[in-house]
């Protein structure tokens, strides 16, 4: 089992950064991918980034690429995503995901059935 909890999130104006942080705790976290999604009121959570297990591979939903940075660092258990150039349609819930175990130490994954474990999100807001 893999208990995922996000921090980071709050309130910045548009332009501004952030760091989310997602700590895992279990012996999973090393094992699998993870990613991160968001969602508004009334809407369906959103893919925004996801990493392979090493770390090597990184993908991202189209509005955010170039703006946020997603990483892992194994020794901490800790996933990050850095969120630069923020407009306030950033605004939402962010979550973050995890895969309970990848055969493949390089692939990326972008659908959230794709994944096992889910945190309870930090809000973001960003003010115009």
């Known amino acids: 089992q893999v208990q995922l909890v996000e921090s980071g999130g709050g309130l910045v104006q548009a332009g501004g950064s952030l760091r989310l942080s997602c700590a895992a705790s279990?012996?999973?976290?090393?094992?699998?991918?993870m990613g991160w999604f968001r969602q508004t009121p009334g809407k369906e959570r959103e893919f925004v980034a996801a990493?392979?297990?090493?770390?090597?591979?990184?993908y991202y939903a189209d509005s955010v690429k170039g703006r946020f940075t997603i990483s892992r660092e194994h020794a901490k258990n800790t996933l990050y995503l850095q969120m630069n150039s923020l407009k306030p349609e950033d605004t939402a819930v962010y979550f973050c995901?995890?895969?309970?175990?990848?055969?493949?130490?390089?692939?990326?994954?972008?659908?959230?059935?794709?994944?096992?474990?889910w945190g309870q999100g930090t809000q973001v807001t960003v003010s115009s």
């Open positions: 279990g012996r999973t976290f090393s094992s699998g991918a």
């Open positions: 995901a995890a895969r309970r175990i990848d055969p493949a130490w390089d692939r990326t994954y972008y659908r959230e059935h794709e994944y096992d474990y």
């Open positions: 990493v392979s297990v090493n770390g090597g591979r990184t």
